[in-house]
């Protein structure tokens, strides 16, 4: 019997535990071990009943997610050995009662229905959420769950992969108890209960399968909405098929079509995307200087400067994770909009379900507006979100610096200035850090952690740990104009801007990023950023360009004409007062004027190359900051794109996506457009080097880690 997995006797129950922190997931060694325990439990005639429960914090949260990409290379584990373990469990010849705490996720779930009762702790959550991978079950789990929750559940579970809370999955059938006790003890009593009686298993069942008029609807309405919310995704609709099989065949011909629906997915661009993704999340937590190990200061109260969209939502990320914050406006005028706008956000969240009004009502309560810096002294962590001017933010950390108390760390939600300069106005230069928060900052997971040439170890690890308990992936970048994020996003939006003057219409560019997976085009994200916001950058920053270089002329001609967007009904697009955008002709009339004054040649531009243009400019920018070192790696990149601006994560980020297209490929397609279109295009010395070599940017970051 493995290590990981412990048998022990209770009195005629047996009890398998399995100890493989921190998630006992089904890696190597787990299966083999729970395969010994049930071959040494059906020789032994003292055992009467089994129980199979989870060491430590949880059940079995997956398999081990490494082997997925070990059985692509062809050097894992495949899952026709965790099928046959599966099925030895359920032909146990005595009752297994399958003990569940924390979480029973993917193929700990398929473990769990291949016993023949399960019992949970109410804080237990279970489910199939392998489709958020690019995958579906591949251990029966399509097969099995449609018979337990029945057919419209299993559908849900299986394409949507969100978890499902105790009680409902007690109710829907996939638990037959909660145990308000000790797990283990409860789990035991059930099995002497149980012990000596006929046990049910799952894949005999046919009670919940349905008939085939009833599922019809179900399967119908399920493609239709996977098609709509999860656009462009195989592993949904390939979940549907494989549940739609379990009405259809026997439970091994199911198996069957399950398996090879797995195995398509397992194989696909989009499965490998979305795992690198899974474990980008993870890395960019690593920071090469900043080890583990460094001390990190207590953040218990915050105060955030400024109660716009910006500040009123950074204070309600502090509140909703239990942190009292201070929010200071200048004039009682911006202080009530803020608070009304925050009141308005808890409201929506309180009628949506998301928060219950008693929630709604303690984080309000944690936050308090104010017109002055008092109190300030107190806290320790303040984020300044004022009004994007250097000297405003240089005026307001002069004023932080003489307040707040040593200790405290003082972060600017600047989304383009320099944290150098703003830190030279303080004479503690190392407890100033960039926390850019992405708008609206209660929603968007990303946090862009800039770093100065002054800031501490420990204020960067603060930060960088301190974000988990905000809900935010938090990644580290260099001080350069724009950071990484939005230093890429100038060269994607530019393109996009010089393709409509080119002859392409706005709808065109923006419809064509939109099938490529892009959440928006990047003329609507303009729209919705607020297109002042560049305008007044560009002006505030004339040295951004080179003398003679060509500029995108449309976007601050609309902002002359107080076209700034959505906020003000009108921009690219024109809106209603929902906010709900339509083409407006008066644009496409203004860009006809003034394309034909500049005497810009027009002409037809293929989908292709609208895509192409916006995403080798966005990949060329990405490539400088990674040799620059503005970014650590190719995959912090990416996690900024995918959390952050919309890009696809079944594309895995704009690096991922260059190196799946071929650097060298890409690289070509630059030089072209460099060739087309002037020294814009001109390529990055990092892309045109690794293209030559023929490696990729994941192969220069192994590199680099290994020389580092």
Known sequence: MSELVQLSNLDGVAVITINNPPVNALSPGVPEGIAAAFAKIEKDDSVRAVVLIGGGRTFVAGADINEFAKITSGKGMCLDEIKPLLLRVENCSKPVVMAIHGTAFGGGLELAMAGHYRIAVPTALVGQPEVKLGLIPGAAGTQRLPRLAGVAKAVEMCADGNPVKAEEALKCGILDRLSDGDLLTGAVAFANEVAGKPAPKTRELTGKLGNAQGNAAIFTAARESARKKQRNLIAPLAAIDAVESATRFPFERGCEEEQKAFTKCLFSEQSKALIHVFFGEREVAKIRDVPKETPVISVNSAGVVGAGTMGGGIAMVFANAGIPVLLKESGQAALDRGLASIQKSYANSVKRGRFTQQFADERLRLIQPTLSYEGFAKVDLVVEAVFEAMALKKEVFAELDRICKPGAILASNTSTLSIDEIASATSRPQAVIGTHFFSPANVMRLLEIVRGKATGKDVIATCMQFSRKLGKIAVLVGNCMGFAGNRMFGPYRREAQFLVEEGASIEAVDNALYEFGMAMGPLATGDLAGLDVGWRIRKENPRLFREGQRKALIEDRLCELGRFGQKTGAGWYKYDENRKASPDPEVATLIHKWTSEGGMPQREISAEELVDRCLYALVNEGARILEEGYALRAVD??????????????????????????????????????????????????????AEQGRTFAEFNAQQGAAA
């Open 637 to 690: 990149i990416d996690i900024i794109y995918v959390n952050g601006y919309g890009f696809p994560a079944y594309r895995g980020g704009p690096m991922w996506y260059a190196d799946t297209v071929g650097l060298k490929k890409v690289y070509e397609r630059v030089r072209e457009f460099q060739q087309r279109h002037g020294d814009w295009w001109e390529p990055a010395p990092l892309l045109k080097r690794l």
